[in-house]
């Protein structure tokens, strides 16, 4: 009988790592992971997960419902490696129970996220979308949109995200209005102005969520506070699905009652279609914010920084605290 060891098992449910970028795979199965990556590109079902990462010592987690049934149908598995930042698609309490240990790569993905919500925000303001669908379809028309120079804008949650959309909106000149349970010295030398979540609504031109979603921000955002906002406001969540209560939102949208709604975040992957998707004001992209090269290879590093640490017998240096599950 052999006495080699055994390898230590990698499963990849998350459908980016080792897709854009292959260094962080390659670092792996170097160290000595036995890796398998994610045959399908897209977030697998319970029963694939399942079936997929039986035998895993460690799996690495996309946007895939990792619920404690699917925790307790995994016999060796030691390790959670989320390929990202948000872990409410864990169950916290179940993985805890049998101890597992979870793992995430904090705000590496920070400057890319804010590119995306600026650039959802000036598609939005300035109609750019819009207006190249009617060229290209031979209709010439011109769009008035607003300025965001000398507009407010409202940032909820001003973590690593949050702080990156303020110092863009520096660049344009915006006043800078900010909601977060704890306050940032760091956001105030960026010009922010720490606020309460309703006067943020009441004042604010363009309100930007970059909050994680855990029991008290689920529906923060519903029909009395999409009420305070002006009319002519827009409305971008580039952080969770649930934050947004999605029954408000398509009333207030198809009233006319914002001006504008972008999301890159949706209640499912791929999401069933939904009424508000074929208004012209309003933008959606498919959980892209962390889709660049750069991002991706930073994230992919992380997570095998977390699983080889996990491996040699070190405490990994990412690792979910009940404090950061809540503060990100």
């Known amino acids: 009988m052999s006495n080699a060891p055994q390898p230590f098992k990698v499963a990849s449910c998350a459908a980016t790592f080792g897709v854009f970028t292959h260094e962080a795979l390659e670092r ?18 319970k029963s694939e997960i399942v079936d997929f990462a039986y035998d895993a010592d460690a799996v690495i987690v996309g946007n895939d419902d990792f619920s404690g049934d699917v925790i307790r149908s995994l016999p060796n598995l030691r390790l959670i490696a989320r390929h990202g930042s948000g872990v409410n ?5 179940a993985a805890t129970e049998r101890g597992i240990v979870i793992t995430n790569t904090p705000g590496v993905n920070a400057e890319e996220t804010a590119d995306l919500t600026f650039g959802l925000i000036l598609d939005l303001e300035r109609h750019i979308t819009l207006m190249n669908n009617e060229l290209k379809q031979d209709v010439w028309k011109k769009r008035a949109g607003h300025s965001l120079h000398d507009k407010t804008i409202g940032i909820i949650g001003v973590g690593a995200i949050g702080r990156a959309v303020a110092r863009r909106a520096m660049g344009f000149g915006m006043d800078i209005l900010g909601n977060d349970i704890r306050q940032s010295t760091e956001a105030t030398k960026l010009g922010l102005i720490y606020t309460s979540l309703n006067d943020l609504l ?3 031109d363009i309100v930007t969520i970059h909050t994680p979603l855990t029991s008290a921000t689920k529906n923060l955002i519903g029909a009395k506070e999409l009420r305070m906002m002006k009319p002519d406001a827009i409305l971008v969540n580039t952080a969770r699905d649930g934050i947004v209560r999605h029954s408000a939102l398509e009333k207030t949208l198809l009233a006319g009652q914002i001006y504008g709604y972008a999301a890159d975040v949706h209640e499912g992957e791929p999401p069933r279609h939904s009424p508000i998707y074929d208004l012209p004001n309003v933008l959606v992209t498919p959980h892209a914010g962390s889709a660049t090269y750069e991002s991706n290879l930073r994230m992919g590093m992380a997570v095998a920084d977390n699983i080889i ?9 990412h690792v979910v605290t009940p404090l950061s599950r809540i503060y990100g």
């Open 202 to 204: 009441r004042r604010s």
């Open 89 to 93: 698609n864990i169950d916290y309490a």
């Open 309 to 317: 640490a996990f491996k040699d017998g070190v405490v990994p240096p």
């Open 28 to 45: 792996l199965e170097s160290a000595g992971c036995e890796v398998r990556v994610n045959p399908h590109g897209r977030v697998l079902t």
